[in-house]
């Protein structure tokens, strides 16, 4: 079988050098990621390997590169030794002419290691921190795709990633690769002959088209990788040359870094974000870069348990922006790290650093934004400054209703923010439905600087109104079809809220924003259940019932929802007056709404108290005085009617209340009061002695509310799955359960509302399943439990546990409507032989099969991806390509996946591949 060369011409050039310049083979092995062994055999060559793949000629050609590296490994090595490995089944007198040829030749060179030759690449002087995940993805991009595009803002680390990429990539190309930075070219005619120039080609000849000529000549037939950096302020004339290539050339690839995408066919953009900020086991990228570079610029600076806090707010306030993170670094030379974090708030003038290997634009943030805003048309620099308003991202429509005016008609704003995405001024995120965008923090403070007062008032009030519509808008669609929907324009917008909300406090003394924030916090009843948590639902009422201008019927309103959430909470105290507060406003405006609500309010406190008579009562007055338009708040109170009469174990009468609530909700086409009716009839099957039915329906309701930020409804739904767990036999994920919704409780206020009935119901489940498990178990998979956050802990309930880490904890089947067959890892008795008068449907097991994933269970990643394409088809050159790998590195992976099968073919691969994967 044929095989390339050791190295590539790029390689074999730097292994010299850096040899000759005294570096050890271990520490250059290390740095090209290659074998000592192959660093050796390099050294020992006497030229530069050539690409024998397009060479004209004899058939042993084909095989040259190989001779050359046997003969380099061993000098004394026999022909017929050289003819089986290579697979050689011609002419024996061929090859011994080609063997002797060679040897001769190797006679002839000289032994003193050649000049240095550029290795194609920079090398930077810092580390490369935290973007592992995105080289693993450029790879596939660039396997499948000849042109990559990284952009992103300035100082997001395009270049440091393309630089990176590069070197990872290098042994792919095996005529290497080269890096042309095109920052100092500021004439479009110059940008060919600067790669020319990089290249080492003679081009005497005056003029753009000559040169890309020269180009297309020399890289028609060759497989390198060209890296083409900081292409923005010259992005036409780049795209133009880019374009060329691609079509001159067969094999070339090219990697571009912009903060604008060239726009040209073929191009796959790579938007590279910034690092992220979110803890993992270790340390998050963005702190890891922190602790880099700190101690760079710090000496003896080490991430500590009394430091670490800070560093992880620095990064999180630059958005874990590299270049701001790496500027940041730069003044610990005069702050301590707490100190920094402190100020950060005035950084733009803080961070600008006199380094002089960099260029000038990179000396400070402030520099790196300048670039960008200069490259902006004067829409776009006035919509950038206007889209500053925004710190929670936003969509098309929220930017045209809240920065369009006369100067910026809405017409304009669609192709501005095209123009902004081009340049990277601003993100786009996107889901399956809709786009969103925004900018990042420091790129959104450099366009608020650009507004003078009266226009950051202006936007500000914009913000506000639009914000207080959408708020508004939650409530009047809050039973319908369209819940889900205004919903999560609320949840998405969570950061403008704030921002708006913040705005109309600091504006205390002009009523305009007061009403308008005033209102929408009264009229918003749920908000708490839209992603704005409880406490910061109470927080914003609070703050606006001390604003001087509110109006009456507002506070009577924020009273109201006020008195709800501390009601919920478990404040019962703080409940108290807040009601009387609400109804006494409300009386005097004859807010007939608000009355019937502070008495619904006042049952479902004394309902928590364990005053359920006194409950059932005010719940009667409060339904008596709701009007039939008013569905949202007749739901709100039959489930809370529902829960009463689960209490008093009226259980015909609770599943009557619930299957109400829940027919109703069908036939609006709305889905939080299905899930609590759900919850509810779940809650009458577990008091019925039917726990299996009860583990359904609670799964069924937690899965139905996800689409809600109610932390409340979700907690109580996992109490109930809980409960119904422990009932059930499966004490493992009773455990887990309990101890998630007990954290999830301290997010909000009191375990269960404060209820000593409700917490005595969740008592006697703990118990049953403390003794079940045994004390030391128990505490585990509790503690399991209260580390998971809301979405892990619905993630382990959809997956029936099977996210726990490995651990057989058990699993509830709730496929269809079954109510599912529950088993536990130590094998104790099923609910049925613990419950008898339970019903249970019997477990349907299968006979295990071999699958493809069982198949490929021997083999590394990288050998499941080779072996995976083997079977598929393609050649190891193909496979080379698709992957970004050298051909002798595949070859490697496909022998030791062979191997490892214990197969002696490719066919053979193919075949148990075939057999393995599952049917259509």
Not at 22 to 50: D, Q
Not at 334 to 343: C, G, M, N, P, Y
Not at 352 to 362: C, F, L
Request: with cysteine.
């Amino acid at each position: 079988m044929a095989r390339g060369s050791i190295v590539n011409a790029d390689e074999w050039s730097e292994i010299q050098r850096c040899h000759a310049e005294g570096e050890t083979i271990k520490g250059i092995a290390g740095r090209l990621r290659m074998s000592r062994n192959t660093v050796r055999r390099a050294l020992a060559m006497p030229a530069p390997p050539v690409d024998h793949r397009r060479a004209k000629g004899s058939v042993v050609d084909e095989v040259d590169g190989e001779i050359r590296r046997m003969l380099v490994a061993d000098p004394d090595v026999t022909i017929a030794a050289i003819g089986r490995s290579i697979g050689w089944s011609r002419s024996r007198t061929l090859l011994a002419r080609r063997v002797n040829a060679i040897r001769t030749e190797n006679a002839a060179q000289p032994t003193r290691p050649p000049a240095a030759v550029s290795p194609g690449l920079p090398r930077p002087a810092t580390s490369f921190v935290g973007r592992r995940g995105e080289l693993v993805d450029l790879r596939r991009l660039l396997g499948d795709h000849r042109l990559v595009s990284v952009v992103g803002p300035g100082g997001m680390g395009k270049t440091r990633l393309a630089i990176a990429a590069a070197e990872d990539f290098r042994r792919a190309f095996p005529d290497g690769v080269r890096f042309v930075d095109f920052t100092a070219v500021r004439s479009a005619s110059l940008l060919a002959q600067s790669v020319c120039d990089v290249l080492s080609l003679d081009n005497r000849e005056s003029g753009e088209g000559s040169a890309q000529d020269t180009l297309a000549t020399f890289l028609r037939n060759r497989r390198m990788l060209l890296v083409l950096d900081n292409c923005e302020h010259v992005v036409d004339g780049a795209a133009a040359l880019v374009a060329h290539l691609l079509e001159s050339t067969t094999h070339l690839r090219i990697i571009v870094t912009s903060r604008e995408y060239l726009s040209i066919p073929g191009e796959h953009v790579f938007h590279l974000g910034a690092l992220s900020t979110e803890e993992t086991p270790d340390v998050s990228p963005a702190v890891e870069l922190f602790t880099r570079r700190a101690s760079s610029a710090l000496a003896g600076f080490e991430l500590t348990d009394a430091n670490h806090n800070a560093v992880q707010r620095i990064c999180r306030r630059l958005d874990g922006l590299p270049l701001a993170i790496e500027l940041a670094c730069t003044r610990l030379n005069v702050l301590s790290v707490h100190d920094l974090a402190d100020l950060l708030d005035r950084r733009m003038s803080m961070l600008t650093v006199g380094s002089r290997d960099r260029t000038a634009r990179h000396r400070s943030l402030q520099a790196t934004t300048d670039w960008s805003y200069e490259l902006c048309t004067p829409s776009e620099q006035l919509l950038w400054s206007r889209l500053s308003v925004f710190v929670g991202g936003f969509n098309l429509d929220t930017a045209i209703d809240v920065c369009a005016d006369d100067r910026l008609p809405a017409e304009s704003i669609v192709d501005a923010v095209a123009g902004l995405v081009a340049k990277s001024v601003v993100s786009r995120e996107t889901d399956d439905l809709r786009a969103r965008f925004r900018l990042l923090e420091s790129i959104r403070e450099y366009g608020w600087g650009k507004l003078s007062p009266r226009e950051r008032d202006a936007m500000n009030t914009a913000l506000l109104n639009w914000c207080a519509e959408i708020m508004v808008d939650s409530a009047t669609h809050w039973y319908g079809p369209d819940q889900v929907a205004k919903a999560a324009v609320v949840q998405e917008n969570r950061g403008n809220i704030r921002a708006a909300l913040d705005f109309a406090m600091a504006s205390r003394d002009d009523e305009a924003p007061t009403a308008t924030a005033t209102h929408a916090l009264g009229s918003a009843r749920f908000l708490w259940a839209c992603g704005i948590s409880g406490r910061e639902h109470r927080m914003w009422l609070t703050k606006a019932l001390d604003l001087p201008h509110a109006c009456d019927r507002n506070k009577a309103r924020m009273f109201a929802v006020l008195a709800l959430l501390q009601t919920l909470q478990g404040d019962r105290e703080s409940a108290a007056f807040s009601i009387q507060r609400a109804r006494s406003l409300a009386d005097r405006v004859h807010d007939r709404q608000t009355v019937a609500l502070t008495i619904h309010i006042t049952g479902l406190r004394d309902f928590f108290a364990g005053d359920f008579v006194s409950a059932g009562r005010y719940f009667d007055h409060a339904e008596a005085l709701y009007s039939d338009d008013e569905a949202d708040l007749l739901a709100t109170l039959r489930v809370h009617r529902g829960m009463l009469l689960s209490s008093v174990l009226d259980i015909a009468g609770s599943r009557a209340v619930f299957t109400e609530v829940h027919e109703a909700a069908v036939a609006a086409g709305e889905s939080w009061f299905h899930s609590y009716a759900t919850y509810g009839l779940g809650l009458t099957a577990l008091l019925a002695g039917d726990p299996g039915r009860a583990v359904e329906l609670a799964s069924r309701a937690l899965c139905e509310h996800r689409s809600f930020g109610d932390i409340v409804g979700m907690t109580l739904m996992a109490e109930l799955l809980g409960w119904a767990l422990a009932a059930d036999g499966s004490g493992e994920r009773a455990a887990v359960v309990l101890g998630a919704a007990s954290s999830s409780w301290g997010l909000f206020g009191q375990q269960l509302y404060g209820s000593e009935h409700w917490n005595a119901l969740r008592a006697g489940a703990v118990a049953v399943v403390r003794a079940d498990l045994g004390e030391a178990a128990f505490e585990s998979w509790w503690a399991r439990g209260e580390a998971l956050s809301a979405a892990e802990l619905l993630d382990y309930v959809n997956t029936g546990g099977a996210n726990t880490g490995g651990a057989n904890t058990g699993g509830v089947d709730t496929g269809g409507d079954g109510a599912g067959s529950t088993h536990t890892a130590s094998g104790r008795k099923s609910a049925a032989a613990r419950y008898p008068s339970t019903t249970h449907r019997p477990s349907t097991t299968h006979a295990p099969s071999t699958t493809h994933s069982d198949f490929l269970g021997s083999l590394s990643r990288r050998e499941q991806e080779v072996a995976t394409l083997v079977a598929d088809g393609l050649t190891n050159k193909e496979i080379a390509q698709r992957l970004v790998l050298s051909p002798r590195t595949v070859e490697g992976h496909v022998e030791h996946a062979l191997r490892k099968l214990n197969i002696t073919r490719r066919t053979q691969l193919a075949a148990a591949l075939a057999g393995s994967r599952p049917a259509p």
